[in-house]
T-cell receptor
Framework: QKEVEQDPGPLSVPEGAIVSLNCTYSNSAFQYFMWYRQYSRKGPELLMYTYSSGNKEDGRFTAQVDKSSKYISLFIRDSQPSDSATYLCAMIGDSNYKLTFGKGTLLTVNP | ETGVTQSPTHLIKTRGQQVTLRCSSQSGHNTVSWYQQALGQGPQFIFQYYREEENGRGNFPPRFSGLQFPNYSSELNVNALELDDSALYLC????????????FGPGTRLTVL
């Protein structure tokens, strides 16, 4: 079993839709949870950063972490064509040094 | 504030050759991590340098080696290149280790023929 599982999609939605992206993980030592956005042939760009369980909102983006279920989510409201990218979940433990990534979900928002 | 920069942007090598990739960390960051991202996959951790010392290593063979310099810039060296080394190589810098946010550069795309 991989440490982090993420459905690679692809996911295609109409403009204005609410998008839900998810990851599950198996390592209970993970404490910090991130979502990165990666445009084609570019480096990952940090979108959201959450410590432990709970919700965090930033504009149209909401990140949720449920440590009891080992499940994290990213919601995008009022999705725009410019949101079309690959979304990577990543996580790390307190005394760890490496980010462990999911495989990434390819999202296309159609005008 | 200058972000993470990497050079070169692209390069093409043949099997068996050696390559050096370079990374300049974000201003004030003393930790650099390197990742390999194969097409359609998430980034895989290669190693991390903290204040010029290797701080951790992923599941990569010894022909992958690195350096961090006093100004916290870093190099990734790969010897005896193999076809499977073709990937996007990403450098990330952070203020410290552990849960500190890692900011990524644009990557170097390496093609091995």
């Amino acid at each position: 079993q991989k440490e982090v599982e993420q459905d690679p999609g692809p996911l295609s939605v109409p403009e204005g839709a609410i998008v839900s992206l998810n990851c599950t993980y198996s390592n209970s030592a993970f404490q910090y949870f991130m979502w990165y956005r990666q445009y084609s042939r570019k480096g990952p760009e940090l979108l959201m950063y959450t410590y432990s369980s709970g919700n965090k909102e930033d504009g149209r983006f909401t990140a949720q972490v449920d440590k009891s279920s080992k499940y994290i989510s990213l919601f995008i409201r009022d999705s725009q064509p410019s949101d079309s990218a690959t979304y990577l979940c990543a996580m790390i433990g307190d005394s760890n040094y490496k980010l462990t990534f999911g495989k990434g979900t390819l999202l296309t928002v159609n005008p | 504030e200058t972000g993470v920069t990497q050079s070169p942007t692209h390069l093409i090598k043949t099997r068996g050759q050696q390559v050096t990739l370079r990374c300049s960390s974000q201003s004030g960051h003393n930790t650099v991590s390197w990742y390999q991202q194969a097409l359609g996959q998430g980034p895989q951790f290669i190693f991390q340098y903290y204040r010029e010392e290797e701080n951790g290593r992923g599941n990569f063979p010894p022909r992958f080696s690195g350096l961090q310099f006093p100004n916290y810039s870093s190099e990734l060296n790969v010897n005896a290149l193999e076809l499977d080394d073709s990937a996007l190589y990403l450098c990330a810098s952070s203020l410290g280790v552990g849960g500190d946010t890692q900011y990524f550069g644009p990557g170097t795309r390496l093609t091995v023929l």
